[in-house]
């Protein structure tokens, strides 16, 4: 019910900005969550932006990286700057009920996922 894309090859110190966009499901009513996931790692927490649209995000997206969402568009949006080869990872969007701070980097809290988009940084 998710698709994430938007992901591609980029430079380091480069920019993408991904898309997570939803065909039957309503998004407006949905915290939106970012993962990413690389090869032989954990998947891991980056972001989140609430049905009210609050963010939070890991520390090493922190001024790199703004999510953001387009509720007119059924979209949420992953804009990432100053790309470091760590970001390289398959990411994620995932759509789940606003949860307390603590909660939002749990994966097991979101109900839907969309299928991935790869990000590779690399000069």
């Known amino acids: 019910q998710l698709q994430a894309f938007g992901g591609g090859l980029v430079q380091p110190g480069g920019s993408l900005k991904l898309s997570c966009a939803a065909s039957?499901?309503?998004?407006?009513?949905?915290?939106i969550a970012w993962f990413r996931q690389a090869p032989g790692k954990e998947r891991e927490w980056v972001s989140c932006?609430?049905?009210?649209?609050?963010?939070n995000y890991t520390e090493s997206a922190k001024g790199r990286i703004t999510i953001s969402r387009d509720n007119a568009k059924n979209t949420v949006y992953l804009q990432m700057n100053s790309l470091k080869p760590e970001d390289a990872a398959v990411y994620y969007c995932?759509?789940?009920?606003?949860?307390?701070?603590?909660?939002?980097?749990?994966?097991?809290?979101?109900?839907?996922w969309g299928q991935g988009t790869q990000v590779t940084v690399s000069s």
């Open positions: 039957t499901l309503v998004l407006d009513y949905y915290a």
């Open positions: 932006i609430s049905s009210g649209g609050s963010t």
């Open positions: 995932a759509a789940g009920p606003n949860l307390i701070t603590s909660s939002i980097p749990s994966a097991l809290r979101y109900d839907y």
